[in-house]
């Protein structure tokens, strides 16, 4: 009984402030770091805030002075490194009132000291949890491959309405300190209220977060690129999909 209660205790989140680093590798060729204060841990995970957008199924480095019996590894060194899977993410309480504060609040479980192989290769791929391995305090991983999110949308992906027309709209990158370092006036070549194509000249990898602007619309909207390829006519196109809200087409249909 003493090591069930021991157990439970493990489990509990205790609030702590303590200072993180968080790394992110949005693509290939592209990586931003941030330093945070965690919301709360437990040996299992930590929440924490961010002004870079992420989502769920990304990985991430945190490095913090976690105290040493909430570890599971290198409980000799000042700072824990451990890799993180994002399983929630949800609007800051207090984004709206303080620009260019916290965005958004995280939810991350740790899944151990090294990445996936398959992470190494392919920095965008994103992964959902597959076993708990208690003795160890960490999650193990399988990818969240593209055909099975298509399948688990269902009917709802496969009726929904696209519309293919041209909207204006800016198309913004961000530098590693969170800065637009491109921007890019275009149209799209189809639209949803999950995502859209747009022509580009931007070269910008599968992964990247960008922000999708129409003034005509007055709406302003996060997406992550899915895919950057060239259509029958030798055009460019990137694939985005919107990750923290749906794009409305009232007054597009």
């Known amino acids: 009984m003493a090591y069930e209660g021991k157990s439970?205790?493990?489990?509990?989140?205790?609030?702590?402030?303590?200072?993180?680093?968080?790394?992110?590798?949005?693509?290939?060729?592209?990586?931003?770091?941030?330093?945070s204060r965690l919301l709360d841990v437990t040996p299992f995970g930590a929440g924490f805030t961010l002004t870079r957008q992420t989502e769920v199924g990304r990985l991430l480095l945190l490095t913090m002075p976690m105290p040493r019996q909430l570890r599971s590894f290198d409980h000799a060194e000042d700072q824990y490194k451990v890799w993180a899977l994002v399983r929630n993410v949800r609007p800051h309480r207090g984004a709206s009132a303080r620009p260019g504060g916290p965005r958004i609040e995280v939810g991350v479980a740790f899944v151990g000291k090294r990445p996936p192989a398959s992470y190494e290769?392919?920095?965008?791929?994103r992964y959902d949890i597959r076993t708990l391995a208690p003795e160890g305090n960490s999650y193990a991983l399988i990818e969240w491959s593209a055909p099975a999110q298509e399948a688990g949308a269902g009917a709802e992906r496969a009726m929904e309405t696209r519309l293919s027309m041209p909207v204006d709209v800016v198309v913004e990158a961000f530098d590693e300190r969170g800065v637009v370092q491109e921007r890019e006036q275009t149209v799209t070549e189809n639209i949803s209220r999950h995502g859209?194509?747009?022509?580009?000249?931007?070269?910008?990898?599968?992964?990247?977060?960008?922000?999708?602007?129409?003034?005509?619309?007055?709406?302003?909207?996060?997406?992550?690129?899915?895919?950057?390829?060239?259509?029958?006519?030798?055009?460019m196109r990137l694939h985005?999909?919107?990750?923290?809200?749906?794009?409305?087409?009232?007054?597009?249909?």
């Open 240 to 253: 985005l999909e919107f990750v923290d809200r749906e794009w409305p087409l009232e007054g597009l249909e």
């Open 121 to 125: 290769q392919d920095p965008s791929l």
């Open 196 to 235: 859209a194509s747009v022509w580009t000249t931007l070269e910008l990898g599968r992964g990247r977060f960008v922000r999708l602007t129409s003034v005509a619309q007055r709406v302003s909207i996060t997406a992550v690129v899915r895919a950057r390829r060239a259509g029958p006519d030798g055009v």
């Open 8 to 35: 439970r205790r493990l489990r509990e989140r205790v609030k702590l402030t303590l200072p993180v680093r968080v790394e992110c590798r949005e693509s290939a060729d592209f990586r931003w770091t941030e330093v």
